[in-house]
T-cell receptor, first 112, second 113 residues
Framework: NAGVTQTPKFRVLKTGQSMTLLCAQDMNHEYMYWYRQDPGMGLRLIHYSVGEGTTAKGEVPDGYNVSRLKKQNFLLGLESAAPSQTSVYFC???????????FGSGTRLTVV | QQQVKQSPQSLIVQKGGISIINCAYENTAFDYFPWYQQFPGKGPALLIAIRPDVSEKKEGRFTISFNKSAKQFSLHIMDSQPGDSATYFCAAVSTSGTYKYIFGTGTRLKVLA
């Protein structure tokens, strides 16, 4: 039982390159979220999904796109990476507000 | 109105001491307040949570105190241990919405041996 798995764990991109971060869960949770964590700014919501085939914008969605074609997977895409997107990205899942979030171990992305 | 303000940003406590982290919110629709603990290189993990119908919740050495009228809540770590050294995040959510947690900015706790 892996829980929430994020791939890759580390990545260095050049400005303008694109990439996709994958979040996979085996807990059958409906809700999935992408957050970014930056020093002094806490965790900020990028995009989220309340079920298969649905996505919605969070607090800081610009420069990112997401897809949830399958219930167990939530993909975060960077179309044209910028140095401001250097961050640690966390995926989280939930079966409801009172059950809390289960976080993945994160992806550390550096854009040079 | 969606913000959760957390303080202090960093905290150093002697072993055996009490660590106190405070959070404040404005949105009265928030009705669930969890705390998360994060060790370096790991994702945050749920530590303890409270609903506003109680003023205090205790789990082992960890206690949440909640003041609904002041819209404030705090985490107390009693008998702090070096293994408690981590970053702590408070959060708030409205359970009638889409379950989007709003996180505080985090407190880096260091417990000296």
């Amino acid at each position: 039982n892996a829980g929430v798995t994020q791939t890759p764990k580390f990545r260095v991109l050049k400005t303008g390159q694109s990439m996709t971060l994958l979040c996979a869960q085996d807990m059958n949770h409906e809700y999935m979220y992408w957050y970014r964590q930056d020093p002094g700014m806490g965790l900020r919501l990028i995009h989220y999904s309340v079920g298969e085939g649905t996505t919605a914008k969070g607090e800081v969605p610009d420069g990112y796109n997401v897809s949830r074609l399958k219930k167990q997977n939530f993909l975060l895409g960077l179309e044209s990476a910028a140095p401001s997107q250097t961050s640690v990205y966390f995926c989280a899942t939930s079966q409801g507000a009172l059950y809390g979030y289960t976080f993945g171990s994160g992806t550390r992305l550096t854009v040079v | 109105q969606q913000q959760v303000k957390q303080s202090p940003q960093s905290l150093i406590v002697q072993k055996g001491g009490i660590s106190i982290i405070n959070c404040a919110y404005e949105n009265t629709a928030f009705d669930y307040f969890p705390w998360y603990q994060q060790f370096p290189g790991k994702g945050p993990a749920l530590l303890i949570a409270i609903r506003p119908d109680v003023s205090e919740k205790k789990e082992g050495r960890f206690t949440i105190s909640f003041n609904k009228s002041a819209k404030q809540f705090s985490l107390h770590i009693m008998d702090s241990q070096p293994g408690d050294s981590a970053t702590y995040f408070c959060a708030a959510v409205s359970t009638s919405g889409t379950y989007k947690y709003i996180f505080g900015t985090g407190t880096r706790l260091k417990v000296l041996a």
